[in-house]
C-alpha cells in the first residue's frame, strides 16, 4: 500500500508465510535488553520499531499470538517461529529484524539494562535506561534529549 511520497515499509518472517507492512515513519527504534524479550527472541537482547498499529496491516498469513505477561501480547509465526511483534496497552513494536530491510532504522536507546546480560559490553554512545525509560545508568551516556 501507500504512495509514492509515503511508500509501506515490509517485514516478513523467516519463511515468509507472514508478511507485512506499515505506513510512515517509525515512533522510535529501541534495543531491550530485559528477560522476556530475551525468551521471546532466544537472544541476549531485541530490537524494536514501535510503529503506529493504525498504520500496520498483515499482507499475507497471521501470526500467533501469546501472552506473555499481565497486558502484553508477543507474536510469532506458527510455523518457522520468527518472532514478529510486542504489544501492550499502549505501543504496537516490530522486532526490527523481520524488517525487509532493517538497516535503515535508527536505533536511539538501550532500554531495561538492569537486566542485560554480563557478557553482552555495549559499545555504542545511545543513552541507556536500566529500566523502560527511567532510572538511566549515571556516567554512562551523553545528555538524554527526549
Ligand atoms: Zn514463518
Ligand atoms: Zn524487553
Not at 522476556?36 to 537472544?43: G, I, K, P, T, Y
Not at 524494536?48 to 500496520?56: E, H, L, Y
Not at 509465526?77 to 523481520?98: D, V
Request: glycine share 8%; charged share 25%.
Amino acid at each position: 500500500m501507500g504512495d509514492g511520497s509515503n511508500p509501506a515499509t515490509t517485514g516478513r518472517c523467516m519463511c515468509g508465510d507472514i508478511r507485512f507492512e506499515y505506513l510512515g515513519a517509525p515512533v522510535e527504534t529501541v534495543h531491550c535488553h530485559c528477560e522476556s524479550c530475551r525468551r521471546h527472541a532466544s537472544s541476549p537482547f531485541t530490537t524494536f520499531v514501535v510503529v503506529d498499529k493504525a498504520a500496520f496491516r498483515c499482507t499475507r498469513g497471521a501470526p500467533v499470538a501469546y501472552a506473555s505477561s499481565p497486558g502484553v501480547e508477543r507474536t510469532h509465526c506458527g510455523r518457522c517461529g520468527s518472532p514478529i511483534s510486542y504489544e501492550n496497552l499502549g505501543e504496537f513494536a516490530l522486532y526490527a529484524c523481520t524488517l525487509d530491510d532493517p538497516t535503515t532504522l535508527n536505533p536511539e536507546r538501550h532500554i531495561r539494562v538492569a537486566e542485560k546480560m554480563p557478557w553482552i559490553e555495549i559499545g555504542d554512545r545511545l543513552p541507556q535506561f536500566r529500566t523502560q525509560r527511567e532510572g538511566r545508568n549515571p556516567g554512562v551516556v551523553p545528555a538524554e534529549t527526549a
